[in-house]
């Protein structure tokens, strides 16, 4: 799995995307030829690596099976017969990598998108933009708050967290051959919980490691692959607001990486966290579920639908960043203020 891996996150899959973000992104172009020079790009790249990828699919697939199987050989026996059910499910048709390349195929045109230059797409020319949205409005006689203003400013300055330097997006890039290790568990239908399969394999480290070997350290963004580990946590909360927060932040708290990603320490009797830290977390784990949430298209990519999508989620994703950072700003970086806030009543 891990030669499989090497082959497909390879140099020039690194190489084609920061070029693409160098070169086409550099020019300014409107909205629609944004989207279909990312269409065309997009259906390029996927030609070139389309084989490799599949092969690592395929290979992370056969992995899987050999590590569940050894799961349920270490578990009561009608566990293993259901595992046996499920992995029944796909045998021969290679159906779990057909379906994990639909969505990898998905979330990297996605990722291209969001790295165009589009019109708009700058913050400062996002903020001018919505302000003088609002202008023309109140001259209009209609109201318009200022929260308008704020979503469009958080949602340019979103986009282009996705490109602030080549190591950032190389370890964004690089995630989304992390993504498949929960994908496939949902194939199957197995709880994620009980199978943690990026700690268990480590891909992270492999990946961090391959990109380093191919010219693209991840350097301060090493972070990004870290993170992915923690998206089920984020998504999978089940229940009201206050409930599925609650048990999101008991989980998150709880696990030894988590504590030393966002540096939490005890001191005086109080739990404190790292602003710099919590917030670098927030907005890697904001970032890689608007690529994650990236609905399979179809062969001939409907630019139009694909665009309307990323759009509602970057504005989702934004208000959720710009909530926390907010949050964590409030706490004063105690972890039990944290809560309070974050959970909100009970």
């Not at 997009?42 to 092969?55: C, D, Y």
Request: glycine share 4%; with cysteine.
């Amino acid at each position: 799995m891990y030669a499989a891996l090497a082959e497909a996150a390879c140099n020039t899959y690194f190489e084609s995307i920061l070029n693409y973000a160098e070169s086409e992104c550099s020019a300014a172009q409107s909205e629609k030829a944004a989207a279909a020079n990312a269409a065309v790009h997009a259906a390029a790249l996927i030609q070139e690596i389309e084989k490799p990828v599949f092969a690592y699919f395929s290979a992370l697939d056969t992995a899987f099976r050999c590590y569940m199987r050894q799961k349920a050989a270490e578990g009561k026996p009608a566990f293993a017969d259901e595992i046996e059910k499920l992995l029944k499910k796909g045998a021969k048709t290679q159906g779990a990598a057909k379906t994990l390349l639909k969505r990898f195929n998905a979330r990297l045109y996605r990722l291209l998108c969001s790295l165009l230059e589009t019109e708009t797409a700058d913050t400062a020319e996002t903020a001018t933009a919505a302000e003088t949205a609002k202008t023309a409005a109140e001259q209009a006689g209609k109201k318009q708050t200022a929260s308008a203003h704020h979503r469009a400013a958080a949602a340019g300055d979103f986009v282009q967290k996705l490109r602030r330097t080549p190591e950032a997006l190389t370890a964004y890039a690089a995630a989304l051959f992390l993504f498949p290790a929960e994908d496939i568990l949902q194939y199957y239908g197995i709880t994620s919980e009980a199978f943690p399969l990026l700690a268990f394999w480590n891909l992270d480290e492999k990946l961090a490691e391959l990109a380093a070997s191919n010219g693209y350290p991840l350097k301060d963004y090493a972070g990004v692959l870290n993170t992915v580990r923690f998206l089920p946590v984020i998504y999978g909360a089940k229940g009201r607001k206050t409930v599925r927060r609650g048990a999101i932040l008991t989980c998150l708290t709880a696990d030894p990486v988590f504590k030393q990603q966002t540096e939490l320490h005890e001191w005086d009797g109080v739990t404190w966290f790292s602003k710099e830290a919590a917030e670098r977390f927030a907005e890697y784990a904001a970032v890689l579920l608007f690529i994650l949430k990236a609905k399979p298209v179809q062969k001939r990519i409907d630019t139009k639908t694909v665009q309307n999508a990323a759009e509602k989620d970057v504005v989702r994703y934004a208000a959720l960043l710009s909530e926390i950072s907010g949050l964590i700003t409030k706490s004063g970086y105690r972890l039990d203020t944290f809560e309070k806030l974050f959970i909100g009543k009970r």
